[in-house]
């Protein structure tokens, strides 16, 4: 039975408000107990984890997610493609976590540092039970958003409770390294009639080439952000990573909502994309829209509001990063653009190569621009500030030729122009911030006016200009339950 795709971005939009809701209460907490020294560690082991998970799975999640969309219904090669996938996923945890133990025990001398690497393993055992692709595959998504909305409710509550002080630093670890496994857990137990575990009946060759294209796909994105954390890691100081990581979880708290609209609906784009062009194109200009309109004036109000959103996460101790979170404000226009034309667009019309060269090539720039930085060739060294500009000019490059591919590979006609307007309409955000901010008010309150204020200039000015995405989601949503 085909869900709605309305009910299932209803449902992704309550499980990323808690998701966006939750680390707003502990990033304070935990950053105020925590040093930036400390968090560095923490979020250094973070990024030594996120390089070997790369290769836990082999790419199966985007490749199995894929394939189901577009068998759904022949319950036989449903089952037979769930159980190769699930085969070869759990191998690729047992290598990737033997090598991942042999590294750290090798090569990092005994301290904090290495206590925290070795309790994320535990992350790495996790993937054994990740099976949410299968569920986001059958749209299952009111049991996503309840099942994760509890344990990330009990995860806070643990938190709350156990970590109080610096000496509670490896309690902290535990706890999101254990929420991961759960969470796991749970959605295998839900989905295990799907299940079966029959190694001889796997058909390698059939699955290898693909996953190995991901797998490739995924390397190459650790030359951009996963980069940066890990050469300020090893080339600067464990505070430049507390500063660009406190940034980039900001970002990532809010393009989860954005990235909502875009999850959802890669279900059926991949049904459309094999069965019916016209839909597909009508339904990709439309998630370009509606992604556009909410993406400028979130980017401009993290660029606007940086000082303060800043000290309201991290305190004083953090206040550095205010320049890194601007200009991760600016990358979040380019980097949710480049994820809609590489995972909308490109992956779903089977031109993986194309996009290895793009995010290749730019991976390639990105790595040159970092020796330089580490070697002081531009006459700046490498900090939180200079690794994400970097790293923009770079994704800057993914969307450029993405888009010149698209336009004359596919011929496909993407409403960009049009969306533009957006990005125009918020400028006089930057006069209404400016006014509030000569209020001298406390920081909290210029946040909560300034965002309010912005909000209903934004709003009144859609309903002027008649803005048919705007106008759309008020007749259904407002009219219809009015």
Not at 15 to 28: R, T, Y
Not at 70 to 82: A, N, R, T
């Amino acid at each position: 039975m085909k869900k709605s795709i309305t009910k299932n971005f209803i449902y992704s939009l309550i499980l990323n408000f808690f998701k966006i809701a939750l680390p707003i209460f502990i990033i304070p907490y935990i950053y105020r107990i925590f040093s930036p020294d400390e968090m560095g560690k923490i979020e250094f082991a973070q990024s030594i984890l996120n390089f070997f998970m790369m290769f836990v799975g082999f790419g199966v999640y985007k490749y199995g997610l894929r394939e189901i969309s577009s068998i759904k219904g022949d319950l036989q090669k449903e089952k037979k493609l769930i159980n190769d996938l699930i085969i070869i996923s759990s191998f690729s945890v047992f290598i990737v976590a033997g090598i991942y133990v042999s590294y750290v025990f090798f090569f990092f001398d005994a301290g904090l540092l290495k206590n925290i690497l070795f309790i994320n393993v535990i992350w790495l055992v996790s993937y054994l039970f990740y099976v949410e692709w299968i569920n986001e595959a059958y749209e299952n998504y009111d049991f996503i958003a309840k099942k994760t909305i509890f344990i990330k409710l009990l995860s806070v509550i643990l938190i709350f409770l156990l970590v109080k002080a610096k000496v509670d630093i490896y309690v902290y670890v535990s706890i999101t390294a254990f929420t991961v496994l759960f969470n796991n857990i749970i959605s295998f137990i839900y989905i295990r009639n799907k299940l079966s575990f029959k190694i001889k009946s796997v058909v390698y060759k059939q699955h290898m080439y693909p996953l190995l294209s991901l797998v490739f796909i995924m390397n190459i994105s650790v030359l951009f952000t996963q980069l940066d954390r890990l050469l300020l890691g090893y080339y600067s100081t464990t505070e430049q990573v507390a500063y660009y990581s406190i940034a980039q979880k900001m970002v990532m708290i809010v393009s989860m909502l954005i990235m909502t609209i875009i999850t959802v609906s890669t279900p059926r784009l991949s049904l459309y994309v094999k069965q019916d062009k016209g839909s597909y194109l009508i339904l990709l200009n439309s998630i370009i829209s509606h992604v556009m309109l909410i993406i400028f004036p979130v980017a401009l109000g993290l660029v606007l509001l940086s000082h303060e959103v800043v000290y309201i996460l991290g305190g004083k101790e953090y206040y550095p990063a205010y320049s890194v979170l601007i200009i991760f404000g600016i990358r979040l226009v380019f980097s949710t653009f480049e994820s809609i034309l590489s995972n909308q667009v490109m992956y779903l019309n089977n031109k993986e190569k194309m996009m290895m060269i793009f995010i290749g090539g730019a991976g390639l720039i990105n790595l040159i621009l970092k020796i330089a930085l580490i070697n002081n060739v531009f006459g700046y060294a490498l900090s939180a500030n200079s690794a994400i500009l970097t790293t923009l000019i770079s994704e800057f490059f993914i969307v450029i030729s993405t888009l010149i591919y698209v336009r004359f590979k596919f011929n496909f006609k993407l409403n960009l122009v049009g969306n533009i307007k957006y990005g125009l309409l918020v400028l006089p955000f930057i006069f209404i911030f400016d006014f509030i901010s000569k209020l001298d008010l406390y920081y909290i309150y210029t946040v909560v006016i300034t965002i309010v204020s912005c909000s209903v200039y934004y709003f009144i000015i859609l309903l002027l200009v008649r803005d048919v995405i705007f106008m759309n989601f008020i007749k259904r949503f407002v009219f219809k339950n009015g």
